[in-house]
């Protein structure tokens, strides 16, 4: 196979990649897009995640027992035992202790006295099980999510070729000019 043919079959595949590739990853793609700049924001909208209040900094003072009895005054977070709580997160430096409760309220309070200092809702998690398909099933994200990355790749090396194929081919017309040029200018005249 000559190199003319290979280059229109890669030309022609590359197009149809590109176009049927795009096709079949628009939503997640779209999903993945519009989810990711939400999470870049999130530390700068509180609607995505609350920002981090300030209580009394240094080492915590509280017990569990009054973490988790601070965080049961918050009706919004429905919290009533361990079981309704994802996860702690302290930070010391700025005296605060984040509960977050397993329906997304998010909790905190200050490590020294023990009072509620801020109670919203935390949307970032739920806006990264979308961006990561997740939250649809696990078998989503490996099956739909993972598939349209990898076929995301492909979209760009394809791009990257057929927007690097024009170039080429004014560097080629160039360069065989200059060898036509060349030639007439060395042959003599008959």
């Keep these: 196979m000559s190199r003319r043919p290979a280059l229109k079959l890669l030309n022609r595949w590359s197009r149809k990649a590109h176009r049927f590739g795009t096709i079949v990853i628009a939503l997640p793609l779209l999903l993945v897009i519009s989810t990711g700049i939400l999470l870049q924001l999130k530390k700068h ?11 009394t900094p240094g080492p915590p003072a509280l017990s569990f027992e009054e973490i988790l009895e601070g965080a049961r005054t918050v009706e919004e977070a429905e919290i009533d035992s361990w079981e309704d709580i994802l996860l702690l997160d302290v930070r010391p430096g700025k005296g605060i202790v984040k509960v977050r409760a397993k329906n997304r309220w998010e909790v905190q309070l200050d490590t020294k006295r023990g009072q509620v200092v801020q109670v ?22 490996l099956w739909v999510f993972l598939p349209s990355g990898l076929v995301l790749l492909g979209l760009w090396f394809t791009g990257l070729y057929l927007w690097a194929l024009p170039i080429w081919a004014k560097a080629a017309g160039q360069r065989r000019r200059a060898l036509q040029d060349a030639k007439t200018r060395t042959t003599p005249p008959k």
């Design 120 to 141: 919203a809702y935390r949307r970032s998690d739920l806006i990264e099980s979308l961006h990561d398909g997740s939250f649809f099933h696990e078998a989503a994200r």
């Design 45 to 55: 909208v509180a609607w995505v995640q609350p920002p981090t209040a300030t209580g």
